[in-house]
């Protein structure tokens, strides 16, 4: 069992923290109203998950996933980086101006990646990127593709990434399915790769897809 603390009580991160808790994790989530939140929670026969501040869900655990908007998560996250030393963050967000349509637009760090500057921002954190390349509902259900999709995976450190892989098979990815492109330049690629998908959306709607390695 690993202390997970996730960023973001959106549809993506009260996706992840379902499966992880379900998972057997320890699973926190960091959220602006944690009060509200574990009301509603308790409401239904759910996973056991807690809810804190950010600042708590980060502190206490020993994974951080961030899951909040990507366009604003690097302010956000330099104001953890005592919370943050010495933990793996994995990164499932991208970062992009919205478009006229609320689309993603354009990104935001054009040239580099925001796994790259929240890495620079979080010298002592193992940032790894992953995740980020689907909708967040193939993130806990890859295996409701007809296709095997790809979860790549970017960072510096190994262990890292090995732990991080970990938490994918428990998310149901299968290790075939595993990418590691490298060190955590190699973000800038797979968060480029969100340009494809406004496009993607406005022709087929919500329907799950992953954009995915052929061999």
């Known amino acids: 069992m690993t202390t997970i603390g996730i960023l973001g009580a959106g549809r993506v991160g009260s996706s992840?923290?379902?499966?992880?808790?379900?998972?057997?994790?320890?699973?926190?989530?960091?959220?602006r109203t944690p009060d509200e939140r574990a009301a509603a929670h308790a409401a239904g026969p759910r996973p056991v998950i807690a809810f804190a501040d950010q600042r708590t869900a980060a502190a206490t655990a020993d994974i951080v996933v961030h899951a909040t908007?990507?366009?604003?998560?690097?302010?956000?996250?330099r104001a953890f980086r005592a919370e943050l030393a010495g933990k793996i963050?994995?990164?499932?967000?991208?970062?992009t101006h919205e478009a006229p349509d609320r689309m993603p637009g354009d990104l935001v760090h054009p040239g580099s990646s925001l796994a790259e500057r929240l890495q620079e921002a979080l010298p002592t954190t193992h940032v790894v990127k992953t995740l980020n390349t689907m909708l967040f509902t193939v993130m806990t259900a890859p295996d409701t593709l007809s296709t095997p999709p790809t979860a790549y995976l970017s960072g510096n450190d190994e262990a890292a990434k090995?732990?991080?892989?970990?938490?994918?098979?428990?998310?149901?990815w299968h290790r075939t399915w595993i990418e590691d492109l490298g060190d955590i330049t190699t973000a800038r690629a797979t968060e480029a790769l969100v340009l494809l998908v406004p496009h993607i959306l406005r022709r087929h709607g919500f329907t799950p897809f992953a954009v995915s390695l052929a061999r």
């Open 162 to 172: 090995e732990a991080v892989a970990g938490l994918l098979a428990d998310l149901g």
């Open 69 to 77: 908007p990507g366009d604003t998560a690097l302010e956000r996250l």
């Open 16 to 31: 992840l923290a379902r499966k992880l808790a379900s998972a057997g994790h320890d699973v926190t989530v960091g959220c």
């Open 89 to 95: 963050l994995v990164d499932v967000s991208n970062a």
